[in-house]
């Protein structure tokens, strides 16, 4: 178990303390390697690690023709969710182990996959898989692969790994500890935030919030919607690339540490304001600028592509801020 820290520039407390946390998370064997590279202002967090084999599975189908929610508490392992037949739901649970004797890992096995993981109510479907403490210090790290109703609604609270989620039209919130977030062609509001990794996001229809305390967020073939959206790395890069901007839409993209990119469908309508308080502002020459202002080691824009539209307000504290057209 190692963590890898390259060279960092000016942090603030909090993210030298988040970085130290993450460090002794690291070497206690708790989440794998750590990558931090200010250079370009990348955070690279890996999952939980992978001194653990793979023991068994089970697979568990669910009448949900009533109901309309999945709920997941997962403390530590994968989550995926995928959109599969109506009125159906289908869980499958793998489970991971570290060293042991062919005794314990039978007896680990029974105990753990002798819990009842599913609850349903009429309109609820509840997953929980309990914490499992082995050796002391390690946990069973379960897997979960979920197939639901396009139409579901998705609440997860995670604490440790991956999560994914693809093609559903209700409203997905996602709250992880350590681990990577993809979410991909989401119909519904949207609100994702992890304390250490990185956000993916693709094809969001009514994004909220995407925020990470240390972890890179990127966004693609996005749409911003009517109302407050927040977009916040503490330390980490920021990437959107947008196609539409709603004309009520009021953005907030900020990141304390690192680079915010924001590419914008030059067929789109919106107002740009963009801050850096130590950093380069980068602006494609096609974009109006109305107005900008010049500090001791940043600078600030206010732009316009083509007319005044929704709100998008970029902010670094020490990071390069682009605005470019597609």
Do not use: W
């Not at 178990?1 to 206690?28: E, Q, R, W």
């Not at 289908?90 to 042991?100: F, I, N, R, S």
């Not at 007896?107 to 082995?134: C, G, H, Q």
């Amino acid at each position: 178990m190692i963590a890898d820290v390259m060279f960092f520039d000016t942090f603030s407390i909090f993210s030298i303390t988040l970085i130290g946390a993450l460090v002794i998370l690291s070497v206690c064997g708790f989440i794998g390697n750590i990558n931090i590279n200010s250079g370009d202002g990348s955070v690279n967090i890996s999952g939980v690690d992978a001194q653990m084999d793979f023991v068994a599975d089970s697979t568990e189908k669910l009448d949900a023709e009533e109901a309309s929610e999945i709920i997941i508490n997962n403390p530590v392992g994968n989550v995926s969710v995928v959109a599969g037949e109506p009125g159906v739901v289908l869980l499958v649970k793998k489970l991971y182990l570290p060293k042991a004797t062919p005794e314990e890992e039978k007896k680990r096995t029974k105990d753990i996959f002798a819990k009842e993981v599913l609850k349903k109510n009429a309109e609820k479907i509840e997953v929980t898989v309990p914490s499992m403490p082995v050796m002391g210090v390690m946990t069973a790290k379960v897997d979960l692969d979920i197939t639901v109703p396009v139409i579901f609604s998705l609440s997860q609270v995670a604490g440790v790994n991956d999560i994914s989620v693809e093609d559903l039209e209700g409203r997905v919130e996602l709250q992880n500890n350590v681990g990577n977030i993809n979410v991909k062609r989401l119909k519904g509001v949207v609100i994702v935030h992890t304390n250490s990794g990185s956000i993916t996001a693709h094809e969001l229809k009514k994004v909220s919030s995407l925020t990470a305390n240390a972890g890179n967020i990127s966004a693609s073939a996005l749409d911003i919607p009517e109302g407050n959206v927040n977009i916040v790395s503490h330390v980490g890069n920021i990437e959107l690339d947008i196609n539409n901007v709603s004309s009520g839409a009021n953005c907030q993209v900020k990141s304390n540490t690192g680079n915010a990119t924001v590419l914008i469908n030059r067929e789109a309508s919106a107002t740009i304001e963009a801050v850096t308080n130590m950093g380069k502002l980068d602006v494609d020459p096609n974009i109006q600028i109305v107005s900008k202002g010049q500090s001791f080691m940043g600078g600030s824009v206010v732009a316009m592509v083509n007319k005044q539209g929704g709100k998008i307000n970029v902010s670094s504290n020490t990071g390069t801020i682009s605005l470019k057209l597609k």
